[in-house]
């Protein structure tokens, strides 16, 4: 088995993980650095953020306002503390990208040009047109290939965290392309695993957002944090559920149901004059309340309403949402220059993670976790868009850093120990390959396994439905013993890290329903229908949910309040 070593292992080539990796060499030159994907990294799912990324910029902006909004966003179950350093460091990160190549669109004048986003008092995301991710993306990857240290292995899939004395050593990685396993030792590692979208039906997440590095955590002992917290993002394409931009918002689009009425001015959903500025939790229950109220309009893929961005005009459309344009006029057959936009609600993003602290340090030792996989909370109940490619590079760069000091003072562990645990998984994995006797399907578990998520954790939640969520999962966990696998060939066994990736997801969604099932409150996207209202009292606290084999354990951990006290959220 071939066994490669370095001082610190980034798992990920996405937002956070390549500023982490770049942020470790920032730190001592002279460390190295593995870059682990599973992907080339410029196909991370960051590369398909459109919108743009959130930090000060304007005059009329402030940090205290660019806190409080995320606070409140967040339903005050955010860190304060996490929070005040990520506005902080916020400006500093997006110009930083901006000398590494990241084009930045310009007002007039030639300051960087900022739009209105959800939930935000001012205008403050930064874009770049409307291919955010691709820019940003582009100039982390061309940046980090100036560092020799940095060494890359693209196309491994990390399957296990490899352990000595209850610290993280390293890595066990599937080389995709030849199916051999190796040994990727490091006296430190870095998740930038990303999110885990996949485990519902409809979502605008990539097929690669598995929630790999939450289970790679929680199996080694690491909790999952506020898991019950699952983004709903207002504007998807019905049928594929892509994303359209909620950049069309804040550029002024309007939404509209079946009657032709701008229902969030017109009916109130306490969002006040924010309207379609309104943050993302709120307006999805708005646009199901309206489909419920028999104002939703009929489509192939069931009800949907509309976002019109037809008053805009073709000018603005095409230099700031040019690829809105594209996707509208390819996916949907509609032209938004002169027809409305068919959108209903789409599950976009994890608020909960790897539960770590403001360095990104978990509680294993050696282990840190970054970006979407991550639960630094900043993000609470509810995360404004725009805020997560700019927690990327502010926690990416943190983690890397903080990396680095750990690896500095431990050990690289026995050699012959970290082998055996290779072998085991070489094996583990092995038996995979071709098991050709089992009556499930990898599809089939799939299926079932999203349809409960989508059944017991959507938009609105009550108790009966989260249950069911929840056996449904205990039972399709017992039925993946029993998957069928086909392919025998080692190249490329796409059939193998399909299976590998939905036991990875059954983990995660079993994380997120028994998460959701003990929570009595409704708080930012967890809307219960039995329990309507935010309780403080009882519920102002984070959830932690343990792996154990006999079943997920639930914990609670305090929040970080700050100088906002907690109040009702109204816009
Ligand atoms: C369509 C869309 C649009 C969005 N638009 C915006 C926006 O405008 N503004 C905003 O702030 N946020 C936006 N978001 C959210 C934001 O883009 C993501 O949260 C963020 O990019 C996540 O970055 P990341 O680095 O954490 O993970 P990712 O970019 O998902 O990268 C994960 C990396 O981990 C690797 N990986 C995963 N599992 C393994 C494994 N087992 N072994 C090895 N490698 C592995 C992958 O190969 C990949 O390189 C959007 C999200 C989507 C889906």
């Known amino acids: 088995m071939e066994v490669i070593e370095h001082d610190v292992v980034v798992v990920g080539g996405g937002a956070a993980g390549i500023r982490a990796a770049i942020a470790a060499i920032e730190e001592d030159p002279n460390v190295s650095v593995a870059m682990v994907s599973k992907v080339y990294p410029m196909r991370s799912h960051t590369v398909s953020a459109e919108g743009g990324a959130a930090a000060v910029a304007r005059e009329d902006d402030t940090l205290e306002m660019h806190g409080y909004d995320t606070v409140k966003g967040s339903d005050f179950l955010g860190d304060q503390h996490v929070i005040e350093y990520f506005v902080e460091e916020a400006p500093k990160e997006l110009t930083l990208l901006e000398h590494w190549g990241c084009p930045w669109s310009r007002n007039e004048d030639g300051t960087v040009a900022t739009r209105a986003f959800g939930g935000m008092t001012t205008k403050r995301t930064w874009f770049a047109a409307d291919k955010v991710g691709f820019h940003m993306l582009h100039a982390l990857f061309q940046h980090s290939m100036q560092f020799d240290r940095i060494v890359r292995y693209d196309e491994q899939f990390v399957t296990r965290l490899l352990m000595e004395d209850g610290a993280v050593k390293g890595v066990v990685a599937l080389d995709m392309r030849q199916g051999e396993v190796r040994l990727i030792r490091g006296r430190a590692v870095v998740l930038a695993t ?48 892509i994303l359209i931009t909620e950049a069309t918002r804040g550029e002024g689009g309007h939404l509209k149901n079946s009657e032709g009425t701008r229902f969030l001015v017109e009916y109130d959903y306490g969002l006040g004059t924010k309207a379609e500025l309104g943050p993302r939790d709120m307006i999805s229950r708005a646009i199901i309340q309206e489909i419920q109220a028999g104002r939703g309009i009929e489509g192939p893929y069931g009800q949907y309403v509309h976002l019109d961005l037809t008053h805009l005009g073709e000018a ?239 914990d609670r951990k305090p929040v970080t309040l700050g100088h906002w006290e907690p109040e009702e959220r109204k816009y």
């Open 194 to 241: 990303g999110g885990a979208g996949k485990c519902f039906p409809f979502t605008t997440n990539g097929n690669i957002k598995t929630g790999d590095g939450m289970a790679l955590a929680y199996r080694a002992g690491v909790p999952l944090k506020d898991m019950e917290f699952v983004q709903y993002h207002p504007t998807g394409l019905p049928g594929t559920g």
């Open 316 to 554: 603005k459309l095409k230099e700031r949402l040019p690829f809105v344009l594209e996707l509208a006029r390819t996916y949907v057959g509609v032209d938004p220059v002169t027809q409305p936009i068919p959108i209903r609600p789409v599950v976009h993003y994890m608020m909960g993670g790897v539960d770590t602290n403001i360095d990104g340090a978990t509680d294993l030792p050696g282990l840190y976790a970054a970006g979407e996989v991550a639960c630094v909370s900043m993000n609470g109940a509810n995360r404004l868009g725009s805020n997560s490619l700019t927690e990327c590079l502010v926690f990416g760069a943190r983690s890397g850093r903080c990396a680095v000091a750990f690896a500095r003072g431990a050990s690289a562990g026995d050699e012959a120990s970290l082998r055996a645990q290779g072998e085991e998984e070489a094996h583990r994995i092995e038996t995979l390959r071709g098991k050709n006797k089992g009556g499930e399907t990898i599809a089939g578990v799939r299926r079932e396994m999203q349809q409960a998520m989508e059944d017991g954790c959507g938009v609105y939640r009550e108790q009966g439905s989260m249950d069911a969520a929840v056996s449904a999962l205990a039972q399709l966990k017992g039925r993946y013993a029993d998957l069928v696998l086909r392919d025998t060939s080692k190249v490329f066994n796409t059939e193998i890290i399909a299976a590998l990736e939905l036991g990875n997801m059954l983990d995660v969604a079993e994380a997120v329903a028994v998460s959701a099932a003990q929570r009595q409150e409704s708080r930012g996207a967890h809307t219960r229908r039995d329990f309507t209202t935010r309780d403080d009292q009882n519920w102002l606290h984070h959830t932690l949910c343990h792996f154990d084999p006999a079943g997920p354990r639930i």
